[in-house]
């Protein structure tokens, strides 16, 4: 995900950094349309997003560690997510 200084406890470990939500979520998009989405047909039945909120030292949430800050617009991850039948 992305840091939002004033909003971290103490750590800055993520797998992959963007600068801001917009990067994140065109990010976010192409993994549900190439991971998800296409591998339905296959036989996917099911998926799991395991970090909700950002916890200790990682940044992987769509929520602050202080769940003071939601990282992306709820509607643009509803919109994307929407699409997953």
Do not use: C
Not at 29 to 36: A, L, M, P, Q, W
Not at 74 to 83: A, Y
């Amino acid at each position: 995900m992305y840091q939002i200084e004033e909003h971290m406890q103490v750590g800055k470990k993520t797998y992959k950094s963007f600068k801001d939500a917009d990067s994140w979520i065109k990010r976010y998009k192409k993994s549900i349309e190439n991971d998800i989405i296409s591998n339905i047909p296959k036989g996917l039945s099911a998926m799991i997003y395991t970090q909700l909120s950002d916890v200790e030292d990682e940044l992987n949430g769509f929520i602050t560690f202080d769940r003071e800050v939601i990282k992306a617009p709820v509607e643009k991850i509803k919109e994307i997510n929407d699409k997953i039948k």
